[in-house]
């Protein structure tokens, strides 16, 4: 099969993800986890890319960025998946594929698919039935935008702040800047509704090119524009 490539343009919105080989299973421990995002951040530089929302699940993850200069996404997004999986496969004493196929890129075309697709990354493992609340899953980037409450507690709880796991810088002001308060996102987000996540679930491995919209436009990221301050339910 030949090295599919995908264009990324700066300063529009991409969902990155991928999946482990027949859905089994790409972290085993939470140091699978840590290298994970450690690498992403050293293949992805802040100063070339920031990262908006991420969540990893046992079996697949889900990357929601934006570039912030012309790199070569697609080789070094191929670079990095070859990495992490000769390590994985290293670890485990195991051969063979890790993921299934290359990973998915697309551009996500409207302000409400946005949020809505941010919404669905930070509750997938409530979803998935491997915590009650997003906050308790470790490996997603939901704590980083309830900072200043109660994050901090569960960040020393985790040994965040003692130095034991460091999250990647995450970008939230675009995204908040969408809601009038940090309890205005979070009520958004626990206003899911189940069946839309479900839809959303069974589009997303869909060989599509754009999400949310068919405008090739996308939303472009706008650090100094003044968002509406209203919540899509």
Not at 10 to 37: Q, T
Not at 127 to 156: C, H, I, K, M
Not at 206 to 228: N, T
């Given at each position: 099969?030949?090295?599919?490539?995908?264009?990324?343009?700066?300063?529009?919105?991409?969902?990155?993800?991928?999946?482990?080989?027949?859905?089994?299973?790409?972290?085993?421990?939470?140091?699978?986890?840590?290298?994970?995002?450690?690498?992403?951040?050293?293949?992805?530089?802040?100063?070339?890319?920031?990262?908006?929302?991420?969540?990893?699940?046992?079996?697949?993850?889900?990357?929601?960025?934006?570039?912030?200069?012309?790199?070569?996404?697609?080789?070094?997004?191929?670079?990095?998946?070859?990495?992490?999986?000769?390590?994985?496969?290293?670890?485990?004493?195991?051969?063979?594929?890790?993921?299934?196929?290359r990973f998915k890129a697309k551009l996500v075309g409207s302000t409400e698919y946005l949020l809505h697709l941010r919404r669905y990354i930070?509750?997938?493992?409530?979803?998935?039935?491997?915590?009650?609340?997003?906050?308790?899953?470790?490996?997603?980037?939901?704590?980083?935008?309830?900072?200043?409450?109660?994050?901090?507690?569960?960040?020393?709880?985790?040994?965040e702040i003692s130095g034991i796991y460091t999250r990647p810088s995450?970008?939230?002001?675009?995204?908040?800047?969408?809601?009038?308060?940090?309890?205005?996102?979070?009520?958004?987000?626990?206003?899911?509704?189940?069946?839309?996540?479900?839809?959303?679930?069974?589009?997303?491995?869909?060989?599509?090119?754009?999400?949310?919209?068919?405008?090739?436009?996308?939303?472009?990221?706008?650090?100094?524009?003044?968002?509406?301050?209203?919540?899509?339910?």
């Open positions: 099969m030949p090295f599919r490539v995908v264009k990324v343009t700066p300063d529009l919105f991409y969902h990155v993800y991928n999946r482990g080989n027949n859905k089994e299973p790409i972290f085993f421990e939470p140091a699978n986890y840590r290298f994970f995002l450690k690498r992403f951040v050293e293949y992805f530089p802040g100063n070339e890319a920031e990262i908006h929302a991420y969540c990893l699940l046992p079996n697949h993850y889900h990357i929601l960025f934006r570039l912030r200069r012309n790199i070569d996404y697609s080789i070094r997004m191929q670079h990095f998946s070859i990495s992490y999986a000769k390590s994985l496969n290293n670890w485990s004493a195991r051969v063979g594929h890790v993921f299934q196929g930070h509750l997938n493992p409530v979803l998935a039935r491997l915590v009650r609340t997003p906050e308790d899953w470790q490996f997603s980037s939901y704590r980083d935008y309830l900072e200043g409450q109660d994050s901090r507690n569960l960040r020393e709880a985790s040994g995450v970008t939230t002001e675009f995204i908040l800047s969408h809601f009038a308060c940090v309890d205005d996102y979070r009520s958004f987000l626990e206003s899911h509704a189940i069946n839309r996540m479900i839809e959303m679930e069974e589009e997303l491995w869909k060989e599509r090119e754009f999400l949310g919209s068919l405008s090739d436009k996308g939303v472009r990221f706008r650090k100094s524009a003044q968002a509406k301050k209203k919540a899509f339910q």
